[in-house]
């Protein structure tokens, strides 16, 4: 946060001639109290194509400034015409206004210039020489281009923005020899002290491997024998229950053969003929009714003669 803000900015005489002082209010309020002076600046743009034609036209120290709201009236010379090109003298150009606190610039307000002739003869008719006298600016005060920076204050715990010089850094002996023979040293000693801790480690799992041999009794040849002996027993038996899982494969095979041979000596059924089995498929058609038989007519009788 800015300690000092700017308030308002006024100028006390606009329109006025070319050759005129610069005159302007200041309104800003400061926080907290400073130790340094405010330094403001006033700067006009030569030229709008290179810096080197920019005037410094006036600086002023303020201070000390108290806490509150603090209004004074700056004023500066005007530009030089010397050292501004013919061509731009007549024309629209820029002021700046700036404000440091211990050479670092927290604001600045930026105004434009339009500098004309006083008659109308004049600006139709521009004479080949620029005539000064007759030159009059006017700032347009009612749009300034304010910018605000931020800065390290007395109150702040930042300390400074870069650290300090050290021009001696530069001619002190290479530290490189020194560092490269204290870093092999230390790797001697960091490998000689790995190797130690190995050696310590497998003198330590030998005595633990003693110690419970000793209090186990240690392998005994009845040991060996017993154990070959519970070998030897179960390799019979799992012998024994290979050659009966044998068997009962055989036997299973043997009555799966004997199923097959009576399905095969059962007699196939003999295929019907086609008719036959036509007939089967189609269903038998009840008979149609046979129609009646006509009555005979009767005889005529004689006729008698």
């Not at 024994?240 to 053969?257: P, Q, R, W």
Request: one cysteine or more.
């Amino acid at each position: 946060m800015s300690i000092v803000s700017l308030l308002n900015v006024s100028i006390l005489n606009n329109p006025a001639p070319f050759t005129d002082p610069y005159k302007f209010e200041i309104t800003f309020e400061c926080l907290e109290p400073l130790k340094d002076d405010l330094e403001w600046k006033l700067t006009y743009v030569g030229s709008s194509t290179s810096f080197e034609h920019d005037q410094e036209l006036d600086s002023l120290l303020v201070g000390p400034v108290p806490v509150g709201v603090n209004k004074f009236v700056f004023e500066a010379d005007p530009p030089s015409p010397d050292l501004i090109p013919a061509s731009e003298l007549v024309s629209v150009t820029v002021i700046l206004l700036s404000c440091s606190y211990a050479d670092r610039e927290f604001v600045r307000v930026g105004y434009y210039v339009n500098n004309e002739y006083d008659t109308e003869e004049l600006r139709q008719n521009p004479p080949n020489k620029v005539q000064v006298d007759h030159i009059i600016r006017n700032v347009l005060a009612e749009k300034p281009r304010v910018t605000r920076f931020n800065i390290v204050w007395d109150s702040d715990a930042q300390g400074e923005e870069f650290p300090p010089e050290q021009p001696d850094a530069d001619l002190a002996d290479d530290d490189e020899d020194l560092y490269a023979a204290e870093d092999e040293e230390y790797d001697e000693d960091f490998e000689n002290e790995a190797e130690g801790d190995a050696e310590a480690l497998v003198d330590g799992d030998n005595e633990k491997n003693e110690s419970t041999e000793k209090e186990e009794g240690g392998p005994t040849a009845e040991g060996d024998d017993s154990k070959e002996e519970t070998n030897e027993d179960l390799e019979v038996d799992l012998e024994a229950e290979s050659e009966d899982d044998e068997g009962d494969v055989e036997e299973e095979e043997e009555e799966d053969l004997e199923d097959d041979g009576e399905a095969q000596d059962k007699p196939k059924p003999k295929p019907k003929p086609e008719q036959e089995q036509e007939q089967e498929q189609e269903p038998e058609q009840e008979p149609e009714p046979e129609p009646e038989p006509e009555p005979e007519p009767e005889p005529e009788p004689e006729s008698e003669k």
